[in-house]
Nanobody
Framework: QVQLVESGGGSAQVGGSLRLSCSAS????????MGWYRHVPGKEREAVAT????????FYGDSVKGRFTISQDNTKNTVYLQMNSLKPEDTTMYYCAAGPTSYCRAYWGQGTQVTVSS
């Protein structure tokens, strides 16, 4: 069983930055893939960014490309999401997820709120 602990959410102004962190504990094989997802009420859950940790291969959702960067520190078993040029539409709960390479959403964190205001 993988446990994911997120931190770093909060408030920022439009154009500002925030960094989210997600630390994983448990079997390493269960967190080969880690990523961030967000869910705006009334919309489908959106994959923000994911990373295949062994290869460093990353994926970004269209709405965050060029603004958000996912990275990892394997010594700390932690994945980060650097969010720059924040927009009001980035406001929502962000959830860390992990899983085997073929399925990155097997495990979920508790979520962290991001609020962007003008």
């Amino acid at each position: 069983q993988v446990q994911l602990v997120e931190s770093g959410g909060g408030s920022a102004q439009v154009g500002g930055s925030l960094r989210l962190s997600c630390s994983a504990s448990g079997p390493t094989s269960s967190s080969y893939c880690m990523g961030w997802y967000r869910h705006v009420p009334g919309k489908e859950r959106e994959a923000v960014a994911t990373i295949i940790r062994s290869r460093g291969t990353t994926f970004y959702g269209d709405s965050v490309k060029g603004r958000f960067t996912i990275s990892q520190d394997n010594t700390k078993n932690t994945v980060y999401l650097q969010m720059n040029s924040l927009k009001p539409e980035d406001t929502t709960m962000y959830y860390c997820a992990a899983g085997p390479t073929s399925y990155c959403r097997a495990y979920w964190g508790q979520g962290t709120q991001v609020t962007v205001s003008s």
